[in-house]
C-alpha cells in the first residue's frame, strides 16, 4: 500500500470487487478448489499490474480488495 503522486494530486485508490457465481451457485467447495481460485485471481492481477491486498473465497462467490500498483 503506497501512495501515488501526480504532478498535483496524491492519492490511495482500493476498489472492493465481490465475484459472483451464475445463479448463486455453490461450486467452491473444497478447500483446494478455493486456493487454486485464489491463485488464479493472482496471476490475473499480476498480469494487469493490480495489488491485492485481500482475497477471500467462499462457496459461492469471492471477494477482493486491490488497487493499481505503484511505479
Known amino acids: 500500500m503506497s501512495i501515488k503522486r501526480t504532478n498535483h494530486a ?3 485508490l482500493w476498489y472492493h470487487v ?3 457465481t451464475k445463479y448463486r451457485k455453490h461450486i467452491f467447495k473444497t478447500k483446494e478448489i478455493k486456493s487454486a481460485v485464489a491463485r488464479l485471481l493472482r496471476k490475473i492481477a499480476e ?3 493490480l ?3 485481500q482475497v ?3 462457496s459461492d462467490h469471492a471477494h477482493l480488495l486491490l ?3 505503484s511505479n
Do not use: F, G, P, Q
Open 10 to 12: 496524491r492519492y490511495e
Open 18 to 20: 465481490a465475484w459472483c
Open 47 to 49: 498480469k494487469y499490474d
Open 51 to 53: 495489488e491485492i491486498e
Open 56 to 58: 477471500e473465497v467462499l
Open 67 to 69: 488497487s493499481e500498483e
